[in-house]
């Protein structure tokens, strides 16, 4: 035996380790996966392994192991969206855009319409602001409120009486009666809205029907302003002293009130010569005559409405009726007289001005509504309402129907209410 026959049976040759189908598969699919993070051992060859990725996990199967979707998915969404899926997602935000333009312009509209309405309502809350006092104290007299008390003097002398209670009247007592003339001795313009126009304290609440109409046989000083007057519009004239004391003054209408005679004796005079002592219980005040009435036109412009005041004053040495606009846009003033039947000081029913009941009957309380416009026409409005009220009806026409109105009501008693 030579050397070489006797070194070959020493030598174990390493068996074939055979491979099946599968393990095939496997083995090559780990190999185009790349990298060994996992190591999976072979069947039958334990000190054998195949490595795996870490992100995988390969489960032997009859057939061909699936696809990598993962990769698949990602592939996909690093591509970003379709021109289709774009256009729709714009097509949805265009949508919600536009509805969210709509809802801002609709409350916007909705704001400014609400802000118009309460403008209108503030103008018509401050006009009854300022008429309101005027209705309370109507009837004031310092300190009385019994007009048959008042006699008209002059030169300070309460023994030289130009005219008695009765003749400081506009109108008579009775229907049917004779009209009183005009009182002598005072400045000519406490006739020029009307026969005693200016002394009739037995009315503190005198009111016109639908017509300017002050008193009788007006001057054309009395006349509305810009001579044109609102149709079918209400006056309402008040009578009262001022509640503040003042001192005797010519040329302007005064009561001289005396505590101790408020029931039977007070004084008006026109000279400035008060007929006594003036203390706590002798007082002078101006006496307050003013009518509201509405005009058709106002300071801002022609045929803007207004609230306009008369008022009885002095200007420089002369007496007149002075022209203030208390609010604009208010088209129209409508009045009621609250009279009460039975004297007791409540109020029966309402009557409207010239009522045959006036002016003998006890007014206690008065009605007002004001009709406020807006100072400018909205094209896209229409006002196709129709207000009722007092003795009025109206619906808006032509023009009117683009202005926007509010119309409120107020009812005001009197606190120093006359007894019949």
């Known amino acids: 035996m030579d050397a070489r026959a006797a070194i070959e049976p020493e030598i174990a040759i390493e068996p074939e380790i055979a491979i099946e189908p599968e393990i095939a598969v496997e083995l090559e699919v780990a190999v185009e996966l790349g990298t060994a993070a996992d190591a999976v051992a072979m069947p039958g060859a334990p000190d054998r392994v195949i490595a795996m990725p870490a992100s995988r996990t390969m489960t032997p199967t009859s057939g061909l192991a699936p696809p990598n979707l993962s990769r698949s998915c990602v592939l996909r969404s690093a591509a970003g969206f379709t021109l289709i899926e774009l256009m729709i997602a714009m097509a949805m935000s265009l949508v919600t855009v536009v509805a969210a333009l709509q809802m801002l312009a609709t409350g916007r509209e909705a704001y400014r319409v609400n802000e118009r309405v309460a403008r209108l309502q503030e103008q018509a809350r401050t006009a009854f602001a300022v008429i309101e006092p005027d209705i309370e104290m109507a009837g004031f007299y310092g300190f009385t409120r019994a007009a048959d008390t008042v006699s008209l003097i002059h030169s300070g002398d309460v023994g030289a009486v130009l005219a008695f209670a009765p003749a400081l009247r506009q109108f008579p007592l009775q229907s049917g009666g004779a009209l009183p ?39 054309s000083s009395c006349k ?16 009262r002293v001022a509640t503040q004391t003042a001192i005797p003054e010519p040329n302007r209408l005064q009561i001289y009130a005396v505590r101790d005679t408020s029931l039977s004796a007070q004084f008006i005079f026109a000279d400035g010569s008060a007929p006594g002592p003036i203390d706590d219980d002798h007082q002078v005040h101006d006496l307050i005559v003013r009518t509201y009435y509405i005009a ?9 409405p207004a609230l ?23 088209e129209d003033l409508q009045v009621q007289l609250g ?30 509504w004001l009709r406020v416009r807006a100072d400018a026409a909205e094209p896209a409005f229409v006002d196709s309402r129709t207000y009722r009220y007092a003795d009025v009806e109206y619906t808006p026409s032509g023009s009117e129907r683009n202005f926007r109105r509010v119309l409120l009501s107020r009812t005001v008693t009197l606190r120093n209410a006359r007894s019949t």
């Open 181 to 219: 003339v005009a009182v002598s001795g005072l400045p000519a313009g406490a006739h020029s809205c009307g026969v005693n126009f200016a002394i009739d304290v037995s009315m503190p609440v005198q009111a016109s029907n639908n017509t300017f109409a002050l008193g009788r046989s007006p001057t």
């Open 224 to 239: 509305p302003y810009q001579g044109r007057a609102q149709e079918g519009a209400d006056t309402l004239t008040l009578r």
């Open 296 to 304: 058709r036109d106002s300071v801002g412009g022609r045929d803007a």
């Open 308 to 330: 306009r005041v008369k008022s009885l004053t002095r200007s420089g040495t002369a007496l007149i009726f002075d022209e203030d606009e208390v609010m604009t846009g208010v």
């Open 339 to 368: 009279v009460s039947a039975d004297g007791s000081g409540r109020v029966s029913h309402y009557v409207d001005p010239g009522s045959p009941e006036l002016p003998a009957a006890q007014v206690v309380s008065v009605r007002l």
